[in-house]
């Protein structure tokens, strides 16, 4: 019969204790330092961090309910809360002062291909076909792709490309009037600016692909600076889609809807993540849109073989008074 030491015992569980409050008084800091990304370039990687936060919190809170700590159970509730709010947010309606919706709609698909590691192109053209919008933004690009996309998809017979450094193209059913491919900064990332007619209605469309901020934040914010004043001055109805490398958590996310005078399609929904595949935790690919446009259906589609997975939106025209 194996005898089990008391003291053993109680300095084991007073150790297990002493991890927990450990544990939690760490994630409570990050949950809130994650509201001071203005601050510094890691606060501000950590505020993207919302969801996979909210899940720890959520195991936190568990696991200090059966070891009954009132203060671990408190702080992780605490931390929680402060997780759960900005994801709670975007599961509110839109708000619009929009009266009828009309009868002209617009739909697009936003993915990004990462072709130098992705050669599953039978599933790109799967998820294109099932989807049939009326735009697809394609970001990253690679000839090998380019050349299998336009010859397998007939329905878009207008596109306009850029191969350069973080590739773009644009590809619609609809002819694309005065297209411009526009660079921003030094990395001369390409963005794609044009227009298109359906129903006798025209839409203005930005497709972007930031840089990364993994290692600065200066290039990402420049080009979304640039994004929301050419939004704040351009012709509506709008719509800014692509990778932005940036979730709805970020300050300078919400500094791009404030000055551009934008609206996130996700508002309503709820976060849709999309990057990193195979498990997505964070919504970094977006469709953004003036205030005359409604989002009436939007869902993360079927995995393409990249590390992002596709965006698709439809969007009703409404009339603003």
């Given at each position: 019969m194996v005898t089990v030491n008391p003291e053993l015992d109680t300095l084991l569980k007073r150790l297990s204790l002493y991890l927990l409050l450990a544990v939690t008084a760490m994630l409570l800091v990050?949950?809130?330092?994650?509201?001071?990304?203005?601050?510094?370039?890691?606060?501000?990687?950590?505020?993207?961090?919302?969801?996979?936060?909210?899940?720890?919190?959520?195991?936190l809170?568990?696991?200090?309910?059966?070891?009954?700590n009132k203060a671990a159970i408190l702080m992780n509730m605490v931390a929680l809360l402060l997780n759960l709010i900005p994801v709670a947010l975007l599961y509110l309606p839109a708000s619009k002062s929009a009266q009828a919706a009309s009868t002209v709609s617009l739909s697009l698909?936003?993915?990004?291909?990462?072709?130098?590691?992705?050669?599953?192109?039978d599933r790109a053209l799967k998820v294109i076909k099932a989807k049939d919008a009326d735009i697809v933004g394609v970001i990253e690009l690679k000839q090998d792709w380019t050349k299998f996309l336009c010859r397998s998809l007939p329905e878009y017979p207008?596109?306009?490309?850029e191969e350069g450094f973080g590739g773009v193209m644009l590809m619609s059913k609809y002819k694309l009037l005065e297209p411009s491919i526009e660079y921003t900064g030094k990395i001369k990332r390409p963005r794609i600016r044009a227009s298109i007619i359906k129903d006798n209605q025209t839409f203005h469309i930005i497709l972007a692909h930031t840089v990364t901020p993994k290692n600065d934040l200066r290039f990402r914010n420049e080009e979304?600076?640039?994004?929301?004043?050419?939004?704040?001055?351009?012709?509506r109805p709008l719509i800014v889609f692509g990778d932005l490398n940036c979730s709805p958590f970020s300050p300078y996310f919400a500094d791009l809807l404030k000055q551009?005078?934008?609206?996130?399609?996700?508002q309503g929904f709820g976060p849709q993540p999309s990057w990193p595949c195979p498990l997505p935790f964070i919504p970094i690919d977006h469709v953004l849109t003036s205030s005359d446009l409604r989002c009436v259906e939007r869902e993360v589609c079927d995995d393409v073989g990249s590390d992002h997975r596709p965006v698709f939106a439809r969007l009703d025209l409404v009339e603003v008074p």
């Open positions: 990050l949950s809130l330092a994650a509201y001071c990304g203005t601050f510094n370039h890691l606060l501000e990687l950590l505020s993207h961090l919302r969801i996979p936060l909210s899940v720890f919190c959520i195991v809170v568990l696991v200090s309910t059966i070891c009954k698909l936003q993915l990004n291909l990462r072709p130098y590691q992705n050669k599953h192109y207008y596109l306009y490309k979304l600076h640039i994004v929301a004043e050419q939004a704040k001055s351009g012709q551009g005078n934008l609206t996130d399609s996700e």
